[in-house]
């Protein structure tokens, strides 16, 4: 499953590496990361890395195949 989750703001390079197994773009005062997920339980840690890191997730989506 491929996934987007849209942070607000721009992520520094070091918040960035905190996702290695996404991808980043900076757009329009966001940070779209996306990328593949492996399964649910890697999707909730995801989430879980962004609320320990005080990220503001704007938008989380599933991506068509």
Do not use: K
């Amino acid at each position: 499953m491929r996934y987007e989750i849209r942070v607000e703001g721009h992520m520094s390079e070091p918040l960035t590496s905190a996702f290695p197994e996404l991808e980043h773009v900076v757009m329009s005062g966001q940070t779209i990361m996306f990328g593949d997920v492996v399964d649910e339980a890697h999707l909730y840690g995801l989430l879980a890395r962004c609320q320990s890191l005080g990220l503001r997730v704007l938008e989380m989506r599933q991506l068509p195949e």
